[in-house]
């Protein structure tokens, strides 16, 4: 299955605006395709205001967001790819969420795997995650 991730940062961004909230989204500038002002990176990190009277021509794609803002009063466009988003919030209460990282895609089922290899017969089987009923 895509990513979960471009789903739910459409989703929460715009339940951040129908609240009449401003949407902030934070990103890691140290990953390939990011494309922001550097001056305003700190610990390889920036955090965007991406509110609609903010920016203009703002696209949360399944795989970048794009949009044009201003920093410093000079209008700036900027683009990074949705597997670098750490997060989106709203700025007045901080109510949002943080992504976890994402993981590498699974071989498919019956092909290679990492783990296979010299001594991967001495590890236990990894177990899938399920679901139980708990009453």
Not at 70 to 94: H, K, Q
Request: aromatic residues 6%.
């Amino acid at each position: 299955m895509t990513s979960s991730r471009p789903y739910i940062l459409r989703a929460l961004y715009d339940w951040i605006v129908d609240n009449d909230c401003t949407p902030h989204i934070l990103v890691d500038a140290t990953q390939p395709g990011v494309e922001v002002p550097s001056e305003y990176v700190k610990d390889g990190q920036i955090v965007l205001n991406v509110s609609p009277t903010a920016v203009i021509d703002l696209h949360l794609s399944n795989h970048r967001v794009t949009f044009n803002g201003r920093f410093g009063g000079r209008p700036t466009d900027v683009a990074f790819p949705v597997t670098a988003v750490l997060g989106i919030y709203a700025r007045e209460n901080g109510q949002g969420m943080v992504f976890e990282p994402d993981e590498p895609p699974e071989p498919p089922e019956g092909g290679p795997s990492p783990a296979d290899g010299p001594g991967s017969d001495d590890r236990p089987a990894a177990r899938r995650p399920s679901l139980t009923v708990v009453k």
